[in-house]
């Protein structure tokens, strides 16, 4: 059982701050890809930003600049540090990996999402 945990969410205002976390637990070989991705009430969920096990990150174009994401290998947590926060920002957002499990003979990878969590940006 694999699972990821994520935390920080919650209201600010805009132009404010916040700090995304998200620890995966269970029978973890390895983690490939750790990615944050939001959804916005009546949207399609999008990426916000991913991180590669070698640290080379991507971002989508609305937050470049504004939004760092970065990961503790050690720890198997992935960061989404938020600033200059605009109303915009405003969605449920999900915390995603690719994860290596080996078990006995068993060695494949899972795509894993954590349960989300809100973030609401208030103009």
């Known amino acids: 059982q694999v699972q990821l945990v994520e935390s920080g969410g919650g209201l600010v205002q805009a132009g404010g701050s916040l700090r995304l976390s998200c620890a995966a637990s269970?029978?973890?070989?390895?983690?490939?890809?750790m990615g944050w991705y939001r959804q916005a009430p009546g949207k399609q969920r999008e990426l916000v930003a991913a991180i590669t096990s070698g640290g080379s990150t991507n971002y989508a174009d609305s937050v470049k600049g504004r939004f760092t994401i970065s990961r503790d290998n050690a720890k198997n947590t992935v960061y989404l540090q938020m600033n200059s926060l605009k109303p915009e920002d405003t969605a449920v957002y999900y915390c995603?990996?690719?994860?290596?499990?080996?078990?006995?003979?068993?060695?494949?990878?899972?795509?894993?999402w954590g349960q989300g969590t809100l973030v609401t940006v208030s103009s």
């Open positions: 269970g029978s973890i070989f390895s983690i490939n890809a």
């Open positions: 995603n990996a690719r994860i290596r499990v080996v078990a006995g003979n068993s060695d494949r990878y899972l795509e894993v």
